[in-house]
């Protein structure tokens, strides 16, 4: 099991358009992936789920993947927020 | 199915949320001002600070709500007023998170205001005192409740909450519209909170964002509740089964009789748990529907399995095998 922890960059915070795209992201790889925050655990391969946490600009999330391809899950999802979703 | 969901639980809240959330339910009304919102609340229970008016501190229980009911009120009366504001002030040394008078009872201004000064709120509510002790009671026990967020969908079919599970993508919430389709109703998908309440008893509810929004492949996002309207719907739902969607896999042992019953935990709440393999053509719909069904027929003392099971050994001590179900066609040839 890996966990990565990352900050939202982008100013729109976790919106619709990013939560897609963390999810599509998610769903090419077959380890299971979770985020939470504040406590609050979701499936991070579930779109509802990704917009359920209403993440603003600022706020830490914590991932956690977990299973064969742990490793290269973990790479393009951080990617993605490193990123900010390539938003400003 | 291995539940690696964590489990939070609120250990406080403040007295601002309860008075905001409780004030239309049990009518409270704030008799010293808006003083105190910020004390905290950890504590589910209540206390009747009757023995601490009277003078005994010892054990006092400050720090849960006090409820004043008639007892104390009168009590109070029947002193005289220094007496009666040296009883009070007893109770002032003490960091009370907030004070509950029940049928409607005040006290003198000079309490209302030294209790201000403490930054203890006091409410009044007309209702009676086993009335509010029970509702809020019941209230604080909800708030303090162990809580869960469950990935699944969840679906009141014909009466029985049952929560479809499933890794993602296996079409849980396809199940779902199949299910408020013909007819049953929503209560969440894909992000649904487990509550448990009292002892043995699970809660499931969304959250407030979702509602009844689901996704669909290839659709996107779709709500439930203006598409298909109030009947499709409904806020909460007791979790009584679980059934878990998995891809068929030959070297699984699926039950076959329905003689052993599986049960999962969720929150140390013992719920039934079918384990159904799926695969192209299968109708999990109906078979979702007749799990509810069979598990209502269970719950009114009729156990098919156990009924089936009954039947044979009968059959096996009477030594008539092979029977045919009719003994003679008569002459009915339709």
Redesign the interface.
């Known amino acids: 099991m890996i966990e990565r922890e990352v900050r939202i960059r982008n100013k729109a915070g976790l919106h619709t358009r990013p939560a897609a795209s963390i999810v599509k992201t998610a769903a090419r790889f077959e380890s299971e992936f979770t985020i939470s925050k504040d406590g609050f655990e979701i499936n991070g391969k579930s779109i509802i789920g990704v917009m359920t946490l209403a993440a603003e600009q600022g706020s830490t999330l914590l991932l956690r993947f977990d299973g064969p391809d742990e490793e290269a899950a973990a790479t393009a999802v951080v990617d993605l927020f490193d990123r900010g979703f390539d938003e400003e | 199915m291995k539940l690696?969901?964590?489990e939070?639980k609120k250990t406080s809240i403040t007295v601002g949320f309860l008075f905001e959330a409780a004030k239309k339910r049990f009518q409270l009304q704030q008799l010293n001002g808006q003083v105190g919102f910020d004390n905290v609340v950890k504590d589910k229970n209540l206390h009747r600070p009757g023995l601490a008016l009277a003078g005994y501190v010892e054990l006092f229980t400050y720090n849960r709500l006090q409820l004043f009911g008639n007892t104390e009120i009168k009590y109070l009366q029947s002193l005289d007023r220094s007496k009666r504001m040296k009883a009070f002030e007893t109770l002032l040394e003490f960091q009370i998170p907030c004070m509950v008078l029940t049928n409607g009872n005040v006290l003198d201004k000079e309490m209302l205001e030294a209790a201000g000064r403490k930054g203890i709120p006091i409410f009044g509510t007309p209702l009676e005192t086993t009335k509010i002790a029970y509702f809020l009671a019941d209230f604080l026990d909800d708030q303090f409740s162990p809580q869960m967020?469950l990935?699944g969908s969840f679906v009141d079919v014909y009466g029985v909450g049952v929560l479809v599970t499933g890794r993602?993508?296996i079409g849980k919430s396809e199940i779902a519209l199949d299910l408020v389709e013909r007819g049953h109703r929503l209560v969440a998908?894909?992000?649904v909170t487990v509550t448990r309440k009292g002892e043995g008893i699970l809660m499931g509810a969304g959250?407030d964002?979702?509602k009844h929004?689901?996704?669909i492949r290839g659709l996107g996002?779709l709500d439930v509740r203006s598409m298909f309207g109030i009947r499709a719907i409904r806020f909460q739902k007791r979790v009584e089964i679980v059934v878990e969607l998995e891809d068929w896999k030959g070297d699984q042992d699926y039950t076959r009789t329905g003689l052993d019953e599986d049960i999962i935990p969720i929150l140390n709440v013992e719920i039934p748990h079918v384990l159904l393999p799926i695969f192209p053509g299968k109708n999990v719909t109906v078979i979702t529907e007749t799990i509810a069904l069979n598990y209502l027929l269970k719950h009114y003392g009729y156990d098919a399995a156990k009924e089936f099971s009954k039947r044979l050994e009968g059959v096996i001590g009477a030594k008539k095998k092979g029977s045919r179900a009719i003994n003679y066609f008569e002459h009915d040839f339709e």
């Open positions: 690696k969901n964590k939070t967020v990935h993602s993508g998908d894909d992000v959250t964002l979702v929004f689901m996704e996002l």
